[in-house]
């Protein structure tokens, strides 16, 4: 296909992503000087395509998504400019975000960080309750249309099978959706509203919560489970939750729309309060922002995979997701280390998500023992009981495998550990002697930045809280680039001053 340069009045910059129907274009508005997601679908690739769509069905719900979405102003949902034809090309003019999908932090088998899972869904059903009082349900409320920004922001997008209250597109009988996350009436070809969407958020906090869908397997069989049977409890799946989440979620994804939450405030104020009964009565905090954040960095590029140059992360998250497994940890792990580091995976997952392989691989490189490395991974913890949490799961790990102290057995001396303030405190009595600048941290965070993006501020300031030497501070930050070359040019560049 030949290089296209300009669509209308938009000029190409490079393409985001492509699919049977189009290609969508990063592109730019000259008139405005906006730099733009240009989704396009082309009509003579539009022969052949099943499910017995015509191609003005096609380009009717094309339309329908730019109505739908251009109805809606609202921080959490992609906005929509404009809707136009050029030549052969139907496109829309979107809001240009550079973000990942949530699809990219969802592992198998690993819970994300609870307060991470909180606050994205909160956002989610905040947008939700926005867009259906006006009357629009989206009717595909999945992971893969959930983005993410590097500040972990929220925004939905694709509303191209939406619903719009008097619009003729979308009847009754019509079974439009995705199968893992759609309702028991969008199955049943019944009439939906914005319950459908509820359910559908039901099943991704399920998902975020547990690690696992509420219901899986082939079409015919997903079809089955959710028109007619439960899911295990999420607190049977995660036995740190606690039972009010089953609450929560077995009445956003009920079989009968009656019996769901009546609309997404309802649903939101019945997880505000699991939360907190969750947390003992403590609301989220700023240390639960930055964890979120954290938690919602583009997975990292595994380190086989890595090219011998590699080139910068290009947006809209072009780098693939880690996976929930240990083995990057265990070859170049210590021996005493080898064979408990999926199970401290597993238990650090639990606290605070996917990030944790990567922090494990860090705190593992000079813990000379399990009590020395438990001490290192402590600080990533954010609220106490989730360190008490923790803590529990190295004693159970310790038992499984007949240790007692490490420290003690290895006869080595954790004198050489870095300690956090709040260590330091609790053995002094006094608090740290060392703080760094307010002008250091901000240099370091702006040369962070370059690769890393806007979390270099939450990086900057959870260092801050682990040192108070210059030197050991660098460290910590650059231990959160996963290249060699590049901790070697970040160093450098900190050293400079």
Not at 140 to 157: E, Y
Request: with cysteine; aromatic share 6%.
């Amino acid at each position: 296909m030949a290089t296209i340069d300009k669509i209308g009045k938009y000029r190409i910059d490079g393409v985001l992503g492509s699919g049977a129907m189009g290609v969508v274009y990063k592109a730019f508005d000259a008139d405005i000087a906006r730099t733009v997601a240009l989704k396009t679908i082309r009509h003579e690739l539009l022969d052949g395509l099943q499910d017995g769509l015509q191609d003005s069905d096609i380009v009717a719900r094309f339309r329908n998504e730019a109505q739908a979405s251009g109805r809606l102003v609202h921080p959490n949902i992609v906005a929509v400019y404009d809707f136009g034809a050029y030549g052969d090309t139907t496109y829309i003019a979107m809001e240009y975000v550079d973000g990942t999908s949530l699809n990219a932090f969802l592992v198998k088998d690993v819970p994300m960080d609870l307060a991470a899972s909180i606050t994205c869904i909160t956002q989610l059903l905040r947008a939700l309750d926005y867009a259906h009082a006006r009357g629009v349900v989206h009717r595909d409320i999945k992971p893969a249309n959930i983005l993410i920004t590097g500040d972990a922001q929220v925004k939905i997008t694709d509303f191209g099978i939406a619903k719009i209250e008097s619009s003729t597109l979308t009847q009754v009988g019509a079974v439009i959706g995705t199968p893992s996350y759609m309702s028991p009436e969008q199955f049943k070809g019944e009439t939906v509203d914005g319950r459908s969407d509820l359910f559908a958020v039901g099943i991704v906090l399920y998902q975020m919560l547990t690690g696992a869908r509420p219901f899986s397997g082939p079409a015919s069989t997903v079809m089955h489970q959710i028109i007619h049977e439960m899911p295990p409890r999420p607190s049977e799946r995660q036995p740190s939750l606690h039972p009010a989440f089953d609450t929560v979620l077995a009445k956003a994804m009920a079989k009968r729309t009656e019996d769901r939450f009546p609309n997404a405030l309802a649903f939101l104020d019945a997880l505000s309060a699991a939360y907190m009964q969750q947390t003992g009565g403590v609301p989220l905090t700023d240390e639960d922002n930055e964890r979120t954040v954290l938690a919602f960095q583009r997975p990292a590029v595994p380190e086989p995979a890595r090219p011998a140059h590699p080139a910068s992360a290009s947006q809209h998250g072009s780098m693939p997701a880690a996976t929930g497994s240990a083995s990057g940890l265990t070859g170049a792990a210590p021996p005493w280390l080898q064979g408990l580091a999926p199970e401290l995976q597993t238990a650090l997952s639990t606290q605070i998500g996917p990030v944790a392989k990567l922090v494990l691989k860090n705190a593992a490189r000079d813990a000379v023992d399990l009590d020395d490395l438990c001490n290192k991974l402590l600080p990533h913890i954010g609220s106490d009981a989730g360190r008490a949490q923790f803590q529990d799961s190295i004693r159970e790990i310790k038992k499984k495998h007949g240790l007692s102290t490490l420290s003690t057995m290895s006869g080595r001396s954790q004198a050489g550990a870095v300690r956090t303030g709040t260590q330091l405190t609790q053995m002094t009595g006094m608090p740290t002697l060392l703080q760094l600048s307010p002008e250091l941290m901000d240099a370091a965070q702006m040369k962070l930045a370059v690769y890393v993006g806007p979390i270099a501020k939450v990086l900057a300031k959870r260092a801050s809280k682990m040192t108070g030497n210059v030197d050991e501070f660098y460290r910590l930050l650059a231990e959160n680039l996963p290249d060699p070359q590049e901790r070697a040019r970040f160093l450098k560049d900190v050293s400079k001053g």
